[in-house]
């Protein structure tokens, strides 16, 4: 006898009731998949639409994917960054074709049907895109070090937080764009573990040496491939993780010791975690039994130190360094208009009303799916830069603006959802230039230039 679908979610979409899950996912029709560039996989992973959004959905054993289902909520619950779960489906049944056999006539099938896999459904990380998606052609020794230290970054916090990941690879990361950088995103946390105590020394290695492995592998496949620029070399950009990753671990956990009179390395302490984007919740403060020296050590700490002075300043919640990058402007702007003693709130409010929301307000409707709001307003202030550079003054932001939506931004793919080509492999077709002899810049797709 078939069993019932079952649907575990904290809130549950009516319309996950009509997506088709009588049919191996493998034969959803082309109205049912949504193309989107998708990494390497074990399991059978497809997009679809759900709601007006969209959503990912992987094939795997009912225990996997509610392990994996409960395991993301716990790390949302952490504040680490991951794609969003939506629902574990169990129980699907394909129909045994009309008049078909009889009872137990194959294994695993009865009268009513075939037992089909359960299903994870996560939420399409919008702007995201697998590392393999980044670039049209080759992958430049520059991309590469940066999503090895967007990579390193995510381990950090998911390190931080207790999280043994057991397959740290390019292909479980999603990167979204983060002012000229990378943020990660985990996605495949099928072979975590979480521990309450924190991780040993042991088990970071371990995951750091499942980084390494991975990567190397990754960078190989692409060089296999004609995918990586000439000279660089896989196994050195691999290493690029170990670098990345202990420096920011032992700023982040390094105890260090001065003498009584030097407690100003207090405060330096907290603004160099400051700097790096973490914000410091609990620090260890040690005096020695003689009271000359004194010991700190950070003992918890949050990332998203930029993101939250910029939510809290002005409601916009982006990455770490788009924040970065806006409360910069936002500091320089106050800088120029603000009387003294003016408040920062308001402040904030003028520069939100006249600087930020006027330039993406200037981006036409049918190019806002390019980027999100702030990558836009990151790469405009870029813009200005480099058109003040090049005529030796300061150039009108409306001027930019034009600028950069005609010779940037609608020269660029769509990155809130990258639509077709209607297969599932990514071909997108590549922007070169007619004559062989052209500037060098000119020929290069913006891609390969991230
Ligand atoms: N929520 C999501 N948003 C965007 N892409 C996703 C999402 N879930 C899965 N993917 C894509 O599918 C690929 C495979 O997913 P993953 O969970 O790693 O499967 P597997 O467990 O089989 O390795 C990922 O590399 C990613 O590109
Ligand atoms: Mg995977």
């Known amino acids: 006898m078939s069993e019932s679908l079952t649907i575990t979610a904290s809130s549950v ?32 992973v497809r ?53 078909s056999g009889q009872r137990g006539e194959r294994r695993g099938e009865d009268a009513d049907g075939t037992p089909l896999p359960a299903a994870l459904v996560t939420a399409h990380l919008k702007f995201s895109l697998p590392y393999r998606a980044l670039f049209t052609q080759v992958l430049r020794p520059n991309t590469a070090a940066r999503l090895v230290d967007a990579l390193a970054v995510l381990l950090v916090r998911l390190h931080n937080v207790g999280f043994f990941w057991g397959d740290v690879s390019l292909s479980n990361t999603l990167f979204r764009r983060d002012a000229g950088a990378f943020a990660a995103y985990l996605v495949d946390a099928e072979t975590g573990e979480l521990h309450d105590g924190g991780l040993t020394r042991g088990q970071r290695e371990h995951d750091l040496d499942i980084a390494r492995t991975n990567i190397a592998g990754e960078i190989m496949d692409l060089e296999a491939g004609g995918r990586l620029e000439g000279g660089v070399d896989a196994l050195q950009v691999a290493d690029g993780i170990l670098s990345s990753y202990y ?15 030097e407690s100003w390395r207090i405060t330096e302490r907290v603004q160099r975690l400051n700097a790096l984007g973490f914000d410091i919740g609990e620090m260890s403060i040690q005096t020695a039994p003689d009271g000359t020296r004194v010991s700190i050590q950070p003992k918890v700490v949050d990332a998203g ?60 409707f049918d190019l806002r799916a390019k980027l999100e709001p702030a990558e ?30 005609d010779d940037v931004l609608r020269h660029r793919r769509d990155e809130a959802t990258v639509m077709g080509p209607p297969t599932e492999t990514m071909s997108i077709p590549v922007v070169r230039s007619a004559s062989d002899d052209e500037d060098e810049d000119e020929q290069i797709d913006w891609r390969d230039l991230v």
């Open 247 to 261: 420096s920011l671990w032992s700023a982040l956990t390094d105890q260090e010791s001065f003498s009584v009179d």
């Open 305 to 364: 130190h930029h993101q939250r002075r910029l939510l809290r300043l002005t409601g916009l919640d982006v990455e770490e360094n788009q924040a970065r990058r806006l409360l910069n402007d936002l500091d320089e702007f106050r800088a120029r208009v603000s009387r003294i003693g003016s408040d920062e709130d308001m402040v904030a409010h003028e520069w939100l009303t006249r600087v930020f929301e006027p330039v993406v307000k200037a981006i036409p």
């Open 13 to 44: 979409d009516p319309g996950l009731l009509t997506l088709p899950w009588t049919t191996p996912l493998a034969d959803w029709s082309g109205s049912d998949i949504v193309y989107l560039p998708k990494g390497i996989s074990r399991h059978l």
């Open 47 to 99: 997009f679809s639409a759900l709601s007006g959004r969209v959503i990912a959905v992987k094939e795997t054993t009912a225990e996997m994917a509610r392990r994996e289902y409960d395991m993301l909520g716990n790390l949302a619950r952490l504040d680490v960054p991951c794609v969003e779960r939506v629902a574990v489906i169990a129980g699907r049944w394909a129909p045994a074709p009309e008049g």
């Open 376 to 405: 836009v307003f990151h790469q405009v202030l870029e813009h200005r830069w480099y058109m003040s550079q090049g005529r030796g003054r300061a150039v009108p932001l409306a001027e930019v603006l034009t600028s950069y939506i």
